[in-house]
């Protein structure tokens, strides 16, 4: 079964302290890696799509990267605005949902 | 704005209950997905629909169930409704549940059930 575990549950870091997130997961054949940003009361909204290890993506103050096991989202420099929670998520082949995992609530503090 | 509109916003009912939520897909998206996210279980799959037809199924309970309708909107029903039934109810829209498609998800249904 698929299974996505994101740690830490929750982080909170200084303004300008740069740290990473962790997904990693289970699934049976990779078709995508995806992250998302949820702020409170909102839908998640989509950040990055990662299809095979080694690859990385980056946007603004945030870079994805992702193995065989595992993504890491890299925030680098954070300011206030990047808190909110993380989401990670996975579809497999041959499959049509997606399951995401229970996410990283970050506290940037200025 | 994600261009997925979810109605209503609100809603607030009492056990056993029934009750209906409401998605418009983004102009030109064919699939619809819908999620039940609450404080201790997270982002949890329910069911998806392409083009009208059900695609795939998640944890969904028997009293919940949905429909995609020729507009491409969606309808998810609930029924005797639980205390634990409570939880942000989101509705998602692809263009198609092709490799790698992202979700655009809609701002929610929060379901209060008294």
């Known amino acids: 079964e698929d299974q996505v575990t994101q740690s830490p549950e929750a982080l909170r870091l200084q303004e300008g302290e740069s740290s990473s997130l962790n997904c990693s997961y289970t699934?049976?054949?990779?078709?995508?890696l995806f992250w998302y940003r949820q702020d409170p009361g909102k839908g998640p909204e989509f950040l990055f799509t990662?299809?095979?290890a080694g690859e990385e993506k980056e946007k603004e103050r945030l870079k994805a990267t992702l193995t065989k096991k595992e993504s890491f989202l890299h925030i680098t420099a954070p300011k206030p605005e990047d808190s909110a929670t993380y989401l990670c998520?996975?579809?497999?082949?041959?499959?049509?949902?997606?399951?995401f995992g229970a996410g990283t609530r970050l506290f940037v503090k200025a | 704005d994600s261009g997925v509109t979810q109605t209503p916003k609100h809603l607030i009912t009492a056990t056993g209950q029934r009750v209906t939520l409401r998605c418009s897909p983004r102009s030109g998206d064919l699939s619809v997905y819908w999620y039940q996210q609450s404080l201790d279980q997270g982002l949890q799959f329910l069911i998806q629909?392409?083009?009208?037809?059900?695609?795939a199924k998640g944890n969904i309970l028997e009293r919940f169930s949905a429909q995609q309708f020729p507009d491409l909107h969606s309808e998810l029903n609930l029924s005797s409704l639980e205390l634990g039934d409570s939880a942000l109810y989101f509705c998602a829209s692809s263009v198609a549940p092709q490799e790698g498609e992202k979700l655009f998800f809609g701002s929610g249904t929060q379901l209060s059930v008294l």
């Open positions: 998520a996975v579809q497999h082949t041959g499959g049509f949902k997606t399951i």
């Open positions: 629909y392409y083009n009208g037809e059900e695609r």
């Open positions: 699934v049976s054949g990779l078709r995508g």
């Open positions: 990662l299809y095979s």
